[in-house]
C-alpha cells in the first residue's frame, strides 16, 4: 500500500504535538521513524489509524492507496517541501485514475469508514504486549478478532486461518490457543501482537516500538521475524522505535523526527554510517554504545548494522 | 450474575466430576468460574444456600405442607410441632408454607432486580466511558444527580399508577441500585476503556461496541459481580422494607417481607414468629454477598491470566476450604 503523508500537523489543546511532517512509503517499502520521547512519533501513528485522543486537531494530508484521509487540497496542490529530506523521495501526486475510492480533497472519512481500514488493511503491533492484549480473553480470541470483524468466515475456518498465523510468527497453536496473556512469556506474548496485526494480511504493518520491552535477544527475533512475514506479505512497514540498533534491522528508510519535525532523512545505512544532525548522531551513538555495552562480544552487531540496512 | 444462579445451582451438581480430570479446563468460562467460586469456602457456601433456595421455591410451586390458605383460627401463635414445624401465624396459617412460597416470590424479585441493574448500569457505564466527551460528561453528571433519589421515595412515586406490586420494587430497586453500579463500575471500566489493549483492539479493527462487550466489561467484572450480587442481597432487604410501606408486594402474595410484616407487630409478644423470616432473609443477604466475593476473586483478570487453569484444580484450593471450615 502507498501511504503518503503532506505536511502533516497535529495539535493536542495549543501545543503542536508534529509540525508539517511528509513522507511516503511505497508498496512494500520499510520506513523508519526515529526520534527521542515526545518528538510525535506515536502521534504520527495514531492519525493514519484516525485515533488521536479527542483533543487533538489534524490537518495535513494523509492518503493511503490514492484514498485521501484527511487533508484540504491546499495539501495536496502545493505540495510538501517542509522536510528536508522530501527531496530524496518526491511524493508522487495523486492522478484521478489512481486506483482506490478518490475523495474530495478537504474530506475527512468518517470514524466508520477508518474502522473499517484498521485491521484490514492497516495492522498495528504495539509497544509493550503485556499491556496490549486483554487480560480476559485467550490467546485464539486475540488474534481472530481483526478476522471477526472484517471477514465472513465460518468458526473452522476463521480457527484455521488463526492457527496458521500462529504457527506463522513460530507458536504452538495446540499449546497457545486457549492460554490466556498472563500466561505467556514476553515474547510469546509480542509474537500474539503480530499475529493479531498481520492475520487479515493488511497492506501496511505500523510497528510502534514493537521491541522497546523485550530483552536485547527477543527483540532481535522479533524484529527478524516481523520483517520476514512482513516481506513475505508484500505488505509496506512503518517502523517506529527510538532504537537505531532496532531500525536498521527493520527497515531500508528512516525519518529522523526531533519535537515534530523531520530533521533528517535517507537510507537507514547512510544515517547509520554519516549522521549529518547533531541529534542522528547522538542516537546512533546511543545505539552502538549501548549494544557494545549489552554484550561483550557485540563487535557483530555494530557490523550488522550497515548488513541490516543494505 | 444472579442471572445464571439457577444455572449454577445445576452446575454444582457437575463440579466434583469436573474436578477429576481436566475437564475443567475443556469446560466454558461459566464453568471456570463456577468451579472458581466453588473451590472457595465462602462460595460454596454461597452456592449451597443459593441452590437449597432455589429447590425450595421450585417445590413451592407445586407442593407445600399446608395449602397457604388453611387457616385455623383456634391455633394461631402456635409454637413449632410435628404437625406446624415453624409453628403457626396469627391467622394459623402453617409460617413454613408461607416461608417457602415466599422463596419464589423473592428469588424472582433478585433476580429480576439484579437483571435491570445490570442491564440499566451496563448502559449507563457504555455512556460514562464514550470517547465522545459530551456523551461522557453528561452520563456522570446525570448519575451523580439521580443517585441522590431515595429509593424508597421512588417506590412511593410509582406505587401511585402501578400500585403495591412486586414491579414497584423491581423497578425502584433496578433503578437505584444501576445508578450505584455504574458509579462504581466506572473507575474500572474507565481504566480498561484507556487501556493498550483497547487501543490495539480499536486499532485492528474492534468496533465500540465490540470493544465494551470483548473488553472493557470483562475486565470490570470483578466489580460489577460483586455489586450485582449486593444488589440482589440489598433487593431482598428492600423488599421487605417497602412491603412494610404497603407499597411492596401486595398482600395475599407470599413473600419473606410480608411474613415479616404480618408478624412484626406482635414481636413483644410472639418474638418468635419475626425469627423465622428475619433468619430466612438474612442467610439469603449473607449467600449473595458471600456469592460476590467469591465472584470477584473468580472474574480477577489477574488471577485468570497468572495462574494457569491447572491450578484450579489442584487440591490446593479445596484443602484450604477444608482447613477454612
Known amino acids: ?310 | 450474575m444472579i442471572g445464571t444462579s439457577k444455572r449454577r445451582g445445576s452446575a454444582v451438581r457437575g463440579g466434583p466430576a469436573v474436578c477429576g480430570g481436566r475437564a475443567a479446563r475443556a469446560a466454558g468460562a461459566a464453568g471456570r468460574t463456577l468451579y472458581a467460586v466453588w473451590s472457595r469456602g465462602g462460595g460454596r457456601a454461597a452456592l449451597i444456600v443459593i441452590g437449597v433456595w432455589t429447590a425450595v421455591a421450585l417445590v413451592s410451586l407445586v407442593w407445600t405442607p399446608w395449602p397457604l390458605l388453611a387457616t385455623d383460627g383456634y391455633h394461631t401463635w402456635q409454637a413449632p410441632s410435628p404437625a406446624h414445624p415453624l409453628g403457626t401465624d396469627g391467622t394459623g396459617a402453617d409460617v413454613l408454607s408461607w416461608l417457602m412460597a415466599g422463596a419464589a416470590t423473592d428469588l424472582a424479585i433478585a433476580l429480576l432486580v439484579a437483571l435491570v441493574a445490570a442491564v440499566w448500569g451496563t448502559l449507563l457505564i457504555a455512556a460514562m466511558v464514550s470517547r465522545h466527551g459530551a456523551l461522557a460528561g453528561t452520563a456522570v453528571v446525570a448519575v451523580d444527580a439521580l443517585i441522590s433519589i431515595p429509593t424508597v421515595l421512588l417506590a412511593l412515586i410509582l406505587a401511585v399508577p402501578l400500585g403495591a406490586s412486586v414491579a414497584v420494587v423491581v423497578c425502584a430497586c433496578g433503578f437505584a441500585y444501576g445508578l450505584n453500579l455504574a458509579r462504581i463500575a466506572r473507575p474500572a471500566a474507565l481504566l480498561a476503556a484507556r487501556s493498550a489493549y483497547v487501543e490495539s483492539a480499536l486499532a485492528n479493527g474492534a468496533s465500540g461496541m465490540g470493544v465494551l462487550i470483548r473488553h472493557i466489561l470483562p475486565n470490570s467484572l470483578p466489580v460489577i459481580a460483586v455489586q450485582l450480587s449486593m444488589s440482589a442481597g440489598t433487593a431482598l432487604l428492600a423488599e421487605a422494607g417497602l412491603t412494610y410501606l404497603g407499597v411492596g408486594v401486595p398482600s395475599g402474595v407470599p413473600s419473606w417481607g410480608h411474613s415479616l410484616t404480618t408478624s412484626v407487630r406482635f414481636v413483644t409478644v410472639y418474638p418468635a414468629a419475626v425469627l423465622w423470616p428475619g433468619l430466612v432473609v438474612t442467610v439469603a443477604v449473607v449467600a449473595l454477598n458471600l456469592l460476590g466475593d467469591a465472584l470477584r476473586d473468580a472474574t480477577d483478570p489477574a488471577a485468570v491470566g497468572s495462574a494457569p487453569p491447572a491450578d484450579a484444580v489442584e487440591p490446593d484450593g479445596t484443602g484450604e476450604v477444608r482447613d477454612g471450615r
Not at chain 1, 535477544?217 to 512482513?230: A, F, H, K
Request: hydrophobic share 40%.
Open chain 1, 1 to 310: 500500500m502507498g501511504v503518503e503523508v503532506r505536511n502533516l500537523r497535529i495539535t493536542l489543546g495549543n501545543a503542536p504535538i508534529v509540525r508539517g511532517v511528509d513522507f511516503s512509503i511505497g508498496q512494500g517499502g520499510r520506513v523508519g521513524l526515529i526520534g527521542p520521547s515526545g518528538s510525535g512519533k506515536s502521534m504520527i501513528a495514531k492519525a493514519l489509524l484516525g485515533l488521536l485522543p479527542s483533543g487533538a486537531r489534524v490537518a495535513g494530508g494523509i492518503a493511503m492507496e490514492g484514498v485521501i484521509l484527511a487533508g484540504s487540497s491546499a495539501d495536496w496542490t502545493t505540495g510538501g517541501g517542509h522536510a528536508d529530506g522530501s527531496s530524496d523521495h518526491p511524493v508522487p501526486t495523486l492522478a484521478d485514475d489512481d486506483d482506490g475510492l478518490l475523495l474530495a480533497p478537504g474530506y475527512a472519512v468518517s470514524d466508520r469508514w477508518m474502522a473499517g481500514l484498521r485491521g484490514r488493511y492497516v495492522g498495528t503491533v504495539f509497544q509493550n504486549p503485556a499491556a496490549a492484549l486483554n487480560p480476559t480473553a485467550t490467546v485464539g480470541q486475540q488474534v481472530a478478532l481483526p478476522l471477526k470483524r472484517h471477514f465472513r468466515l465460518s468458526r473452522a475456518e476463521r480457527r484455521e486461518r488463526v492457527e496458521r498465523m500462529l504457527a506463522k510468527v513460530g507458536l504452538d497453536p495446540a499449546d497457545v490457543m486457549r492460554r490466556y496473556p498472563g500466561q505467556l512469556s514476553g515474547g510469546q506474548q509480542q509474537r500474539v501482537g503480530i499475529a493479531t496485526a498481520l492475520v487479515a494480511a493488511p497492506r501496511l504493518i505500523i510497528a510502534d516500538e514493537p521491541t522497546t520491552a523485550l530483552d536485547a535477544v527477543t527483540q532481535r527475533q522479533i524484529v527478524d521475524l516481523l520483517v520476514s512475514l512482513v516481506d513475505d506479505a508484500g505488505a509496506s512497514l512503518l517502523f517506529i522505535t527510538h532504537d537505531f540498533s532496532v531500525l536498521a534491522r527493520a527497515t531500508t528508510r528512516c525519518l529522523v523526527l526531533d519535537r515534530g519535525r523531520v530533521v533528517e532523512s535517507g537510507p537507514t545505512a547512510r544515517l547509520l554510517a554519516e549522521p549529518r544532525e547533531p541529534l542522528t548522531r547522538r542516537l546512533v551513538t546511543a545505539a552502538r554504545t549501548l549494544t557494545l555495552g549489552a554484550s561483550p562480544g557485540g563487535m557483530d552487531d555494530t557490523t550488522d548494522f550497515g548488513g541490516g540496512a543494505a
